[in-house]
Every structure is written in structure tokens, then in C-alpha cells.
């Protein structure tokens, strides 16, 4: 016969919580290895002189908890294989049955059974088991459960919530801000520690108010050691007792203003919203009728940006991010997508994308990590079939780009084939003749004829930017700030004299605009 490892289940800590079968189980093995001895119920195997041995000193040996459950899983792994090949060697030319080796002592034909016991149920939170479970069939080995009474029979039954209310169990040592929910009663579990209890807070802190009331429980449902207490968050590291029996219990909550750091209550707003008892507004608005807003916010967001006034750009990417929500929302009453379609292909693209991160190609730097993203983004397009190989170098560019941005990225494509200037002399003397042909417009020519010509130079300018390695959009937004600056200076000028612009000179006015270029900060 294979051999066999049976975990037990050593319930939520009280001994009186222990099942029958679990308790003649437990009696019955030769020999039981614990996870740890961390368990109240292992002093009633003690007083009943059970053998048993711990895995405690792999905590010890290994730096992670990861570590230490997979050296467990290991070392029973190799626990049931060696007793299977002694058992073998017992009973090799023996018939079937049992024999005596003289010594009153039974040999069998099949291997001993190794007992692992952990502590409330096996299949609740017990990574060993989850690693017993892949491991054993890869090794011929035959796995069997007992359950026992999981802490979270213990959890309802202390706090006292309806888990059909809505639940979520976590783990303390893997718990990113995505996954709380407060519409949902959430425990925590594997709070081993004060640390641990530390990263839990700052982790709940993402999502609820400092303040927020949160439940400790320490050893639920074990007599003369259980300890529930209530604190808020901020607290929850500064309690003592934290170890293999504490719980964390987040009460879930309906009250709006605990709701509104989770997406879900952004999307939940915007279909109000939009919904027929809505906003008549926001019920109105088209993809058309908000193309102009989507661009406006964008340049809020910049402005921000240029100014480096992070809370005025938290709220201005807000904006921005409800236009999206907006437009999703539209094609959704359509039943074409909705925003978690958007996310989903988002994340998708994100990680195709990413080889060098998310697979096993190379990047070193960042110009090969662009690299990587061109050469992903060219097999997508092949997928869809737009072959590259018949489309103009200069497809991809957004057509309602400004035009300054526009002009950069195509001349960008058109040289990343070699069609370009040589050296920045040719740019600067290509701009100068098509200034002098602008001005051969301004003298001879119509409104046309200029307007081509200026476009010209400015297409130059374009260009020389590209070649000096700036962005004339950022290049453009810089003087137009120095602008701006100097114009509202000569504007304060003249409220502080009571005078007009009509009741001021030019030289007057050119005067200030050279003092203003005096308070200016200089460009780093």
C-alpha cells in the first residue's frame, strides 16, 4: 500500500472542542508531528503522555514564513517516504498479514501512517496543507484530512456577526490595500505578532479612518485565556498578546463617507448619476458632448503638473478620472463594456506588454524596455491584422493631437527611417530660409499663402526642438508662463499707480516687463 500522511485538525484551541473522532485519532497514532506546540490542546496530549514531535525549530532555521511551511511540507514528505521503504524491507518475502519479529512486535505489509496535526481546521488558513495537497500526488503519496473546529466557528460566535452578511478572510502577511472591502465583515488572520499587527493598520489605513473601530481577539473561545477588545485603528498595534491564536475583525459598514476611498463607490455614483432618478445633467451628456471636457481636464491635470501642486492635482486627476468612469458608463447602458472591461484590458496590456518584467525577456535600461513595448505593440497590431509592413510609418498618431505635439511625433517616426537632417546647422538653416520665406509671404502674398508659410516655421521650430532633445509643448508652456508672470506684473503696476493701460507708454510697461524678469525663479 502507498504511503499514507493524515493531518488532524486540532480545532480553535479548547479542548473540549475537540471531536470524538479527532480525539480517538490522536490516541491511536504511534507518533504525531505538530506544526507547532503553540496550542492549547497540546497540553491535554502532554498529560496524556502522547508522543509527538514540533517543526517549531524550522521557524528558527528559515527567514520567512513561506520558508518554513514549504521545509514543513518537505520534511513530512520525506517522513512518509522513508517509513513506506521500511515497511517495504519488513515485509518483503513475508506472506500477506501480519508477522511477529520475535520480540512481540507486529510487522505489516503496508507502511506506517505519519500523523501531522495542526492548529483548528486543515483546510482554513493552514498553508502546509495547501502544499501537502500539490506535493503528495506528485509522490505517490495517499493524503487524508480531518477536520477539526476552524477559529472561525469561533470568530462568529465571539463577535457575534452572520458571515451570510457578507465576509472576506485575510492574510496578515499578504494583504494588499485591493483586496479590503468595507462593505464586507472582514477578519484578519496570521497577526503572529505586534509587526505584523503594524502592517495590518497601515494596510486597513488605505482604505478606513484612523478612528475606525476595529476588533482584537486573542485565544476566541479558550477558557481563562480569550480576550476580545475594541480600539480604533490607530491602536491596533499598541496591543499586547498577539500570537498564533489572534484575530483582527473589521466590522463591515454601509455608512457613505467610510465608503468613498473604494472604486466600487465611484462607479455606484456615477450610475446614479446617470440613472433615470439622476442628475438630468450628467443623464444628457453623450460621447460627443463630452469630448471637450476630457481634453480640458487633461490640461487641468498638466497645469498642476507645471505649477508641482500635488493637491491640486489629486483633484484635478479626479476629473480626468471621471471622465473615464463617464464614457464607460455610457457604453454600458449600451451593453457594449463597462469600466471593469476597460481595467481588465488595461491590466492585460499592461503585462503583455512588460516581457521584461512579467516574463522572461530582458531589459537593462529604459530605452530597451521601450524597445520590448514597440516590439509587443507591432505583434498586436499583427494579431489584428494590421500588417505594419503596409502602413505608413507615420500611422499611430493620434489625429486630434495640438499640433505642436502632433508635429514632434511624426517627424520622429519619419527619422526613425532615416529621414532626417544630418546635424542641428542644416535645422537652423532650414528655419531661417523658411522665415524668409514667411516674410516674402507678409509682403506679396494672401492670408493663404502666409498661413502655409508660417506653418512652415513652426514646423521648423518643431524640428530644432527635437534636434536640442526638448519638448517644444513643454518649451511653449514655459513661455507662456514667463508671459503670463510678466504681463500680470506690469497689470499690478498699474493698479498700484490708479492708472490704465491707455495712461501708460510702452517704454513704461517695457521698463516693468524687465523688472518682472527679476522676480522670476531661474529654470533649473
Not at 65 to 91: D, N, P, R
Request: proline content about 4%.
Amino acid at each position: 500500500m502507498p504511503a499514507k500522511i493524515t493531518v488532524i485538525g486540532l480545532g480553535s484551541g479548547d479542548e473540549d472542542q475537540l471531536t470524538l473522532g479527532t480525539w480517538k485519532k490522536l490516541q491511536s497514532a504511534k507518533r504525531i508531528y505538530l506544526r507547532t506546540e503553540k496550542h492549547p490542546v497540546v497540553d491535554m496530549l502532554r498529560s496524556n503522555n502522547a508522543a509527538y514531535e514540533t517543526f517549531d525549530d524550522l521557524y528558527d532555521e528559515n527567514g520567512t514564513f513561506s520558508e518554513v511551511y514549504e521545509a514543513i511540507a518537505a520534511k513530512l514528505i520525506e517522513l512518509a517516504l522513508t517509513q513506506y521503504e521500511v515497511s517495504g524491507e519488513f515485509a518483503y518475502g513475508r506472506s500477506e498479514g501480519s508477522s511477529n519479529d520475535g520480540n512481540g512486535e507486529q510487522l505489516h505489509n503496508s507502511s506506517e501512517e505519519i500523523f501531522y496535526a495542526v492548529p483548528g481546521h486543515p483546510m482554513v488558513a493552514e498553508k502546509t496543507v495547501q502544499l501537502l495537497r500539490r506535493d503528495c500526488p506528485l509522490n505517490k503519496i495517499e493524503l487524508h484530512i480531518m477536520g477539526g473546529e476552524s477559529f472561525l466557528d469561533q470568530a462568529f460566535t465571539r463577535f457575534g456577526f452572520d458571515p451570510i452578511e457578507g465576509f472576506q478572510l485575510l492574510d496578515a502577511s499578504d494583504m494588499p490595500t485591493a483586496s479590503i472591502q468595507p462593505r464586507l465583515h472582514t477578519l484578519v488572520a496570521q497577526v503572529y505578532d505586534t509587526f505584523t499587527a503594524s502592517d495590518v493598520k497601515l494596510s486597513l489605513m488605505e482604505v478606513y479612518p484612523d478612528d475606525y473601530p476595529v476588533v482584537v481577539g486573542h485565544a476566541l473561545g479558550v477558557k481563562g485565556l480569550e480576550q476580545i477588545r475594541t480600539v480604533p485603528l490607530y491602536e491596533l498595534d499598541r496591543i499586547e498578546g498577539y500570537g498564533n491564536l489572534s484575530l483582527i475583525w473589521i466590522p463591515r459598514t454601509e455608512q457613505l463617507e467610510w465608503l468613498n476611498r473604494s472604486f466600487g463607490r465611484l462607479q455606484e455614483i456615477v450610475h446614479i448619476l446617470r440613472s433615470p432618478g439622476g442628475c438630468p445633467w450628467d443623464r444628457e451628456q453623450t460621447h460627443l458632448s463630452l469630448r471637450k471636457n476630457a481634453i480640458e481636464e487633461l490640461y487641468e491635470v498638466l497645469e498642476t503638473i507645471d505649477d508641482d501642486d500635488p493637491q491640486a492635482m489629486c483633484e484635478e486627476l479626479g476629473d480626468l478620472l471621471l471622465q473615464v468612469m463617464l464614457h464607460a458608463q455610457i457604453e454600458d447602458e449600451a451593453g457594449t463594456f463597462n469600466v471593469y472591461d476597460v481595467i481588465q484590458g488595461l491590466n492585460e496590456k499592461l503585462i503583455r506588454r512588460h516581457p521584461h518584467v512579467f516574463a522572461d525577456a530582458d531589459a537593462g535600461n529604459a530605452e530597451e524596455a521601450l524597445v520590448k513595448w514597440q516590439e509587443m505593440k507591432d505583434a498586436e497590431k499583427k494579431a489584428k491584422g494590421n500588417d505594419s509592413e503596409s502602413q505608413s510609418i507615420l500611422a499611430g498618431v493620434p489625429r486630434d493631437l495640438p499640433g505642436l505635439m502632433k508635429a514632434y511625433k511624426i517627424q520622429k517616426k519619419a527619422a526613425s527611417v532615416g529621414f532626417d537632417w544630418e546635424s542641428t546647422e542644416d535645422v537652423f538653416h532650414k528655419l531661417e530660409e523658411e522665415l524668409a520665406e514667411l516674410k516674402e509671404a507678409v509682403q506679396s502674398f494672401g492670408k493663404e499663402e502666409q498661413k502655409d508659410e508660417l506653418g512652415d516655421v513652426i514646423f521648423g521650430a518643431v524640428n530644432l526642438a527635437r534636434f536640442l532633445n526638448l519638448d517644444p509643448e513643454e518649451a511653449l508652456a514655459s513661455t507662456n508662463r514667463k508671459f503670463f508672470h510678466r504681463f500680470e506684473y506690469i497689470e499690478e503696476k498699474l493698479r498700484l499707480k490708479g492708472r490704465t493701460f491707455d495712461q501708460t507708454s510702452l517704454i513704461e510697461m517695457e521698463e516693468w516687463w524687465n523688472e518682472a524678469k527679476l522676480t522670476e525663479i531661474p529654470a533649473k
